[in-house]
Nanobody
């Protein structure tokens, strides 16, 4: 069983930055993949970024490519999402998620483990 807890959200001005953190507890191994998703009010949950726990291969949604960076600190079971040049359209609840698989996935339905979310609000 894997347990995820996010933190670091807040209310910021457009153009600034935030770093989200996800603490992972429980046993993870080999082909574990972890990701960030977000969900704005009235919209579906959408993929933001993912990274493999082993090897560090990262993948990003086109909407955040070049602005967001995902990373891990495996020795401490930490996942980060550094968000720069924030835009009002980045406003959403951000979720940390995890799954086991050998192929990358942008599909929220394929992720088994979820955190409770942390709110990010960007004002213009």
């Amino acid at each position: 069983q894997v347990h995820l807890v996010e933190s670091g959200g807040g209310s910021v001005q457009a153009g600034t930055f935030l770093t989200l953190t996800c603490i992972t507890s429980g046993r993870t191994y080999g082909n574990y993949q972890t990701a960030w998703f977000r969900q704005a009010p009235g919209k579906e949950r959408e993929f933001v970024a993912s990274i493999r726990w082993v090897g560090g291969l990262a993948d990003y949604a086109d909407s955040v490519l070049g602005r967001f960076s995902v990373s891990t600190q495996n020795t401490k079971n930490l996942l980060y999402l550094r968000m720069t040049k924030l835009k009002p359209e980045d406003t959403a609840m951000y979720y940390c998620a995890g799954r086991y698989g050998y192929s990358d996935s942008h599909d929220a339905g394929e992720y088994e483990y979820w955190g409770q979310g942390t709110q990010v609000t960007v004002s213009s």
